[in-house]
Structures are given as structure tokens and as C-alpha cells.
């Protein structure tokens, strides 16, 4: 329906897929008047990879929005989360906001633009299990679902048990 509103344009994180923000955000969002969108950044989710999935980087994926936010071709706010954050930061640095339908950024626990190295210390510090568990996912060599300390620093504790392995199922490797 007709509105007013700016769509929002959702950007997931390392490991996940448009898919996370259909959960609860888009349907709200949208209920209240904003169009909303979320694209599967190349590789992830449902979309396509012509290219080794090995060789894509931040780059790749700043590429992937700046496509969508062409088509859309409507006043929009990007929304990105953990690596999103980082693909839309670096989207609005490299002044590809020139797009004239771009209004601005929202970053939810963007990955800093100086990238995880002491994050992955302070890690190693505080919990090496999961940062083990986190490498082993990271190089696709275990499967999410199995990843007991990694279930345990994505979702609550209350989380029903199926519910986590289902969305675990559904994560992959990062580039």
C-alpha cells in the first residue's frame, strides 16, 4: 500500500542469511507502514556465487546492496547487523550513499570498521571454548547444530532446543 514511510533494506551477518530478519522484522516493520526488504548477501541464504565463496570479502558483499538499493529505487535505510553493520558502514564511507534514495544507516552491533582482531583476543581471554567452536564453524568443519558454546552465545537459554538447531541448520561457513 501507498506510504510515506522510507523502506528499510536489511542486512544480515556472517554465517546467516535474509532469512533471520524475516523472523520478526520485516512483517512488523512492515505492518507499521515501512516496506521493508532484506537481501541474502552473495553465498549466503538463497542467493547465488558465481565466484569461489572463499575469495569474497566485505567488498563483495558492500557490492551486493549497493546493487539492491539501485533497483529498489526508493527512499530507503539500510539496517545492518554484527557484519552487516560493517558492509553498510563501509556502503555509506565509500560514498556509494550518493544514491540519491539513501537516507542513512542504522548499524546493530556493527563489526568495527577495524576489524575483530581484538575482539578475537578478548575472546581467547574470556572463553577459548568458544572461540575454538567459533574456528571450527569458521572453516566449515563442524556443523552449527553441534556447537554447544556457540548455541549458547547466539541465543538465550530459554530458547526451545528445536527452535535453536533450526536456525543452527540453517547457518553456514563465512568467507
Do not use: K
Not at 552487516?84 to 556502503?91: A, D, E, I, P, Q
Request: aromatic residues 10%; hydrophobic residues 45%.
Amino acid at each position: 500500500r501507498p506510504t510515506r514511510n522510507p523502506a528499510l533494506l536489511f542486512v544480515h551477518g556472517a554465517y546467516i542469511g535474509a532469512w533471520c530478519w524475516d523472523v520478526h522484522f520485516l512483517r512488523y516493520f512492515a505492518a507499521r507502514g515501512f516496506p521493508s526488504y532484506a537481501l541474502s548477501l552473495r553465498g549466503h541464504g538463497a542467493s547465488a556465487c558465481e565466484v569461489d565463496y572463499a575469495s569474497l570479502g566485505i567488498d563483495d558483499y558492500v557490492q551486493d546492496v549497493e546493487r539492491t538499493a539501485a533497483v529498489l529505487d526508493t527512499p530507503l535505510v539500510l539496517i545492518g547487523h554484527s557484519m552487516g553493520g560493517l558492509v553498510v558502514t563501509r556502503f555509506l564511507a565509500r560514498g556509494a550513499a550518493n544514491l540519491s534514495c539513501v537516507l542513512g544507516g542504522v548499524l546493530m552491533a556493527p563489526v568495527p570498521m577495524s576489524g575483530l582482531t581484538p575482539v578475537l583476543f578478548d575472546l581467547a581471554l574470556r572463553s577459548p571454548l568458544l572461540l575454538a567452536e567459533l574456528n571450527r564453524m569458521h572453516f566449515g568443519q563442524a556443523r552449527f547444530d553441534q556447537l554447544a558454546n556457540v548455541r549458547r552465545a547466539l541465543f538465550s537459554d530459554d530458547m526451545d532446543d528445536a527452535l535453536a538447531r533450526s536456525y543452527l541448520r540453517r547457518m553456514r561457513y563465512e568467507a
